[in-house]
């Protein structure tokens, strides 16, 4: 049992029958294939309420193309990597110098108290950087540096800028 054609074995029953593809009123193909593509007769028109809709998502489109987001500046990018490694080394700063007064702060409260503040104090760095960038978004470039410029002044590790990082 022998077929006429090598391509037999790559096609279903009945695929010969399938009609050649149309494109609309307007509309021309172009590239490999294109000689396959019938044009549709003039009298045929694509439905009204397709064409409002496809209108419709054009006027969107070009809303959004003018609204298009820029990105950041390499100034910018500059400064936030900047004031992130900075919020990185007070992280580590808050950790080193909270747990260097743990001796002496455990007299004066519990310990449970203690090791709260003492994670809030080393998550707030990395709390205020998100908070700035979420509260910040829709605004200007410098109203988002100075908010994380603010917490770099606010968030000094003072425990660990006092005892320089080492035992007293």
């Not at 002496?104 to 503040?117: K, Q, W």
């Amino acid at each position: 049992m022998t077929s006429d054609s090598d391509d037999d074995a790559l096609s279903w029953g009945g695929d010969s029958d399938v009609d050649r593809p149309t494109l609309p009123k307007g509309w021309h193909a172009v590239g490999r294939g294109s000689e396959d593509v019938e044009s549709a007769p003039a009298e045929e028109t694509a439905p009204e309420k397709v064409s409002s809709a496809v209108s419709a998502a054009d006027e969107v489109a070009e809303e959004d193309d003018d609204e298009e987001y820029e990105g950041l500046s390499t100034g910018m990018l500059l400064a936030l990597g900047a004031v992130g490694g900075i919020y990185l080394l007070y992280t580590i700063g808050w950790l080193i110098g909270g747990m260097r007064m743990q001796a002496g702060a455990l007299f004066l409260i519990p310990s449970v108290m203690y090791t709260a503040t003492l994670v809030i104090a080393v998550a707030a760095p990395a709390l205020w950087f998100a908070a700035s960038w979420m509260l910040t978004r829709g605004s200007r470039s410098w109203v988002r540096l100075v908010a994380l410029i603010a917490g770099v002044v606010f968030l000094v590790p003072w425990p660990f800028v006092m005892t320089g990082g080492v035992a007293a």
